[in-house]
Structure formats: C-alpha cells, structure tokens
C-alpha cells in the first residue's frame, strides 16, 4: 500500500475574494442607487431595484468564494491523501459541500490522460492526471500536481496506474 | 533473392527508409560520403574490425541487453530512482565479469577497467529506464493502436535486428565485410524473425518500442512511427506485399 499526501492548501486571495461577495452586498443596503446603466442605456428600474439586482450579484459572488472554500475544506476532510493499494485507488471525492471517500478498482478506469506542460515565460507547469471510470458515480476525476508534497508523488501516481489500470488507455498531452 | 534473405531485408526497412536507403537489394545505394558519414558519425564504424565489433555487439546484446534489465526493475516497481536494482542486475548478468570479482571491484577504492565499464553500462541503462517510464503505455501507431503491458514486456528484439540489417548493408557497401559474413548476418536475422514475431505490425511494435526507450518521445520517434504506419498499411509495401 502507498500513501500520498494531497491537500488543497488555502491561499490568502482567496480569503480576499471571500470578502468581496459581503462588500457588495453591504454597500447595496447602505448606499441606495437611483438607476443602472448599460453603456448609453439607461434601465429607469423602479426605487430599490438597482440596490435589490447589486445584492443578487453580491451573493451570487459570495456563494461562488465561500462555495470554493468549503468545497475545499471538504476535499480534506477524509484524510488529504490517496491511497493505492493492490486492487484500487482511494480518494476524496466532493458532493454537496461534503467529502466522500471514494474507492476505485483500477480494472473500472477506461482512461487516463496525462497532462505535463512545462513552465514557460508566459504560463505556469501544468501537471495533471484525469481518471475515467463510467461505471462509477463520479465519472471523471483530475488529480493536479500542485496539492502533492513533492513532483514524485505525481511520478508515483503516474507509475502505479500505468502498472495496474490494465484496461485504462493512456493519453499524454 | 531466396525468401530468407528477403524477410531479413524486410526487418530492416524501417531503417533503411529513415536513411533513404534502397529497400529490395542488399546494395543501399547510398553515395560513399553518405555510408562513411552514417556509419563512422552514428556507428564509430570506419574499419573492417570497428564494423565486425559493432555487428557481433548488436546480433548478440544490442539495447535489448539493457532494455530487459531496466523493464524487469521498473515493472518490479523499484522504490525511488531504481540505480541499486540496475547496477546490481548488470554485474549478475555475468558480462562484466565473473559477478563476485566485480562487486569486490565495485567496493574497492580506485578506478579499474572492469568499474568504468560498469558505471558507463549504468549511465546507459539508467537513461533507458528514464526513456521507458515517460513512454510506458503511452505508444500507439494508427495500426496496433494502443501498445499493452504485454507488448513492452515482450521486449525489443526487432529495434536491434532492424538496426542489424541496415548497419550490415552499409558495411557491405563499404567492403567492412564480405558476401559470406553478410549472408550469415541475414540467415541469423530470418531466424530470430521466424521464432520470434508473426506478423510486420508485432516487429513494428518491438522497433518502435526499442526507439522510443532508446531515444525518449521526440520529433523523429513520430516520424518512425510514421514510416512503420506506411510499411503496415500501404498496398505497396514490401511488408503488405509479403507477410510475415
């Protein structure tokens, strides 16, 4: 059995973009706005609707941020690791906010794509593995290098299901 | 051309299309700078004696020697970069020396010849293995389709035997070696074709197989690729004309 370490760490934009949700629904109670316009277009909404459509958008704001950040929290909640063992792989799928522990048989996964795109001066390594197992609730689900400890656990992770996802086809890009 | 001499020719034709090469005669019919630049710049070959050692090492070891080392640790899943288990598995293959004098040798301080062979072969094998990982599974041509576990496990017999043809061919060309040496070469070369693969597609899988362990993923790998896709599909084609 083999263990590796894979957490979402939070990041402090995060918590950033967290508040910006709150600020605008704070600003449309305390400061009333007659109108909105649109380029040259003015809307004329009736009193309170401006104010009432800055809130939506502010919630809307709000569940997108705070809904990351529990979906995270979420996705540590099982043990922050996966596990492979002889016959499948374990990890922490997220549904509804929760974590479920979720097993795989390597025999159920049909595809493994493999993406490992180099830094370069205009974007950022990408380094990710997408499992495909259809007869399973979750269907697809990506592993990104970047919530392992080290760039061998993602060699690991690569060199364990190419031994044992004997009915997977593999896809490199 | 007898039959076995013409499956010989066959089992180098992905060569000797990279190369340009003529495909149905024991002639290349490559220009003299062209053979003295391929075979002494690739080959180190420049000699009748340079030309007899580099046949006798690919009829006998070739890469397939370091390939069913570095297969064998990686499919027993070695933990971390696999040095220990290769060096170990190349001084008990016994080619270095008796297995018990070159570990002592290995343990010993100073350098001997024996040691500097070893740890050459290591570096050799070591970038094997890194090839093989990167490439494990993810090969396919437009024939095979994706290659299985099973194929990387049968080896690379063809990549060596391909290289085998062409390097003799070249060598004859230049007069390195005789009709008589030749002829030997693609009697060897019907035989281990005859025991060891049933079609041109199971060659073409165990060539590129060895290309892609020997070089890595590159540009050229796809070429190749390309080349056995042809040999395989094309209604021309030497192999389609002549099944194995």
């Keep these: 059995m083999q263990t590796i370490n894979y957490k979402m760490e939070y990041s402090i934009l995060e918590y950033v973009f967290g508040l910006i949700g709150p600020a605008i629904i704070i600003a449309a109670i305390f ?91 205009t974007s950022s390594a990408e380094k990710t593995i997408e499992i495909s197992a259809p007869s399973t609730a979750f269907k697809k689900f990506e592993f990104d290098a970047i919530h392992m400890a080290k760039d061998s656990d993602f060699d690991a992770l690569v060199g364990a299901l190419k031994h044992r996802a004997m009915n997977a086809a593999f896809k490199q890009i | 051309m007898d039959p076995a001499a013409q499956r010989a020719l066959q089992a180098g034709l992905i060569n000797s299309e990279q190369i340009l090469a003529y495909c149905d005669s024991y002639t290349t019919g490559l220009s003299h700078d062209t053979l003295a630049e391929g075979l002494g710049s690739y080959w180190g070959v420049s000699s009748p004696r340079e030309a007899a050692e580099t046949l006798e090492w690919l009829s006998r070891y070739g890469h397939r020697f370091f390939y069913d080392i570095v297969f064998q640790v990686y499919s027993d899943g070695a933990s971390g970069e696999g040095r220990q288990e290769v060096l170990e598995a190349l001084v008990a293959s016994g080619r270095y020396g008796a297995p018990e004098i070159v570990r002592q040798q290995i343990a010993a301080q100073g350098p001997c010849e024996e040691k ?64 008589d040496e030749f002829s030997r070469i693609l009697a060897r070369v019907d035989e281990e074709l005859r025991s060891n693969f049933s079609s041109w597609p199971q060659f073409a899988k165990s060539y590129i197989i060895g290309r892609a362990s020997w070089g890595g993923q590159n540009m050229t790998l796809g070429g190749i690729i390309g080349i056995a896709e042809d040999l395989m599909a094309d209604a021309k084609s030497p192999w389609v004309l002549s099944p194995l």
């Design chain 1, 31 to 121: 400061y009333p706005i007659a109108d909105l316009k649109v380029g040259t277009l003015r809307l004329h909404l009736p009193t309170g609707v401006a104010n009432g459509i800055l809130m939506l958008i502010g919630a809307y704001v709000t569940y997108l941020t705070v809904g990351t950040l529990f979906k995270k929290r979420a996705a540590n909640s099982q043990g922050a690791s996966i596990v492979l063992d002889e016959k499948g792989l374990s990890f922490t799928t997220v549904k509804k906010f929760a974590g479920v522990l979720t097993t795989v048989s390597y025999d159920a996964i049909d595809k493994i794509t493999i993406t490992d795109i180099p830094e370069t001066s």
């Design chain 2, 116 to 179: 500097t062979l070893v740890f050459s072969a290591l570096e050799q094998a070591m970038e094997m293995l890194g090839n093989l990982r990167s490439v494990f599974r993810l090969l396919e041509d437009e024939v095979n389709g994706s290659y299985s576990p099973k194929d990387y496990s049968a080896g690379i017999l063809a990549w060596d035997l391909g290289r085998l043809v062409t390097v003799a061919r070249m060598s004859l060309d230049c007069k390195y070696i005789g009709q």
